[in-house]
């Protein structure tokens, strides 16, 4: 039999060589299809985590227009409010929503309102503390033209549906994230949760060989692999929490407590009223909406309540 030899194959059969060869090259594309398998697996995860997400927030979305359309039917066809009559809800949710402007302190200080009631989703409602009415007041005092001073806190408080008042108080300023730190904060999260729910799979199905035998230091790293990657997730997000509750707490620090109550003012036109603080001592607040809503079908303020009003104001003011 006619054999051919090869140099630096250690004298071996050609064809033993090549069938070697063929199985290396077996195994090493089995490897690579697996490989390429784990990321497209991945890579479906993710895509699933993602579509979760906007699918959920979606849903708020939807729910939040139906709310938002109902309320503006109720305040497109309110009539005027007799002295006496509870306001209705969606009305008065109507009014308690979007950007208002104005001054106190006889136009000495401008001042920026943002509303919302609970249950609308602003982009400030989930970063300030809870409340039946939530939102955020910027002033700019001008009693120094040359360094205005400049406040910025939340607000939270309620609405009295029985006599239209608006009570209002200062709260931290709220410590709310950038677009772009929402996204990367979704994408690590997205990125741990696949990771994690892989290498659960590989503790659970992955512990036997391809011959189904069970292979116990496969399983040991699979189970530890697991457990690092919980523990750097957990790790990670205890990280952010104290950073986040180190900004609170530096918000908190700084706050300089106020308080407004508001009705509407005698034209109708928006809110008046009064707010107190160490800035403002007693000061008028006049707002009026950004969006062109009016307050004119509120019931006028009766002499009772503008009293009681103006007694809890000289309390406050005292205190």
Known sequence: MFILE??????????????????????????????????????????????????AQEQREKTLAEITMKEQEALATQTSIKIGEIIPQLYGQALLQGSWAGSACNERVLIEVELATANHEAPFSRYVEPADVVGTFRAEDHSTPSQPRIIETGLKGAFTYHEGVLSMEATPRPVIPTREEIEEEYRLR???????????????????????????????????????????????????????????????AELVPF????????????????????????????LASKQGITTDKLPPITRQVALQRARRQHVTSSQ
Not at 10 to 15: E, I
Request: hydrophobic share 40%.
């Open 6 to 55: 090869t140099k630096g194959d250690h004298d071996m059969p050609l064809c033993k060589i090549y069938g070697i060869r063929l199985c290396c090259l077996i195994v090493l594309s089995g490897c690579a299809l697996a490989l390429n398998a784990c990321g497209l697996h991945r890579t479906v995860l993710l895509e699933l985590e993602r579509h979760e997400r906007i699918a």
């Open 190 to 252: 997205d990125n741990a949760a696949v990771d994690i729910e892989l290498a659960s799979n590989e503790v659970t199905y992955g512990q036997r060989g391809p011959w189904g035998i069970e292979n116990i230091e496969q399983a040991e790293r699979n189970r530890k692999a697991l457990e690092e990657l919980e523990t750097q997730e957990a790790l990670r997000q205890k990280a952010q929490a104290e950073a986040y509750a180190a900004k609170v707490a530096a918000a908190k």
């Open 259 to 286: 308080r407004f109550d508001i009705a509407r003012d005698s034209e109708g036109k928006g809110w008046r009223g009064f707010i107190d603080g160490p800035h403002f001592k007693g000061c008028d607040i006049r």
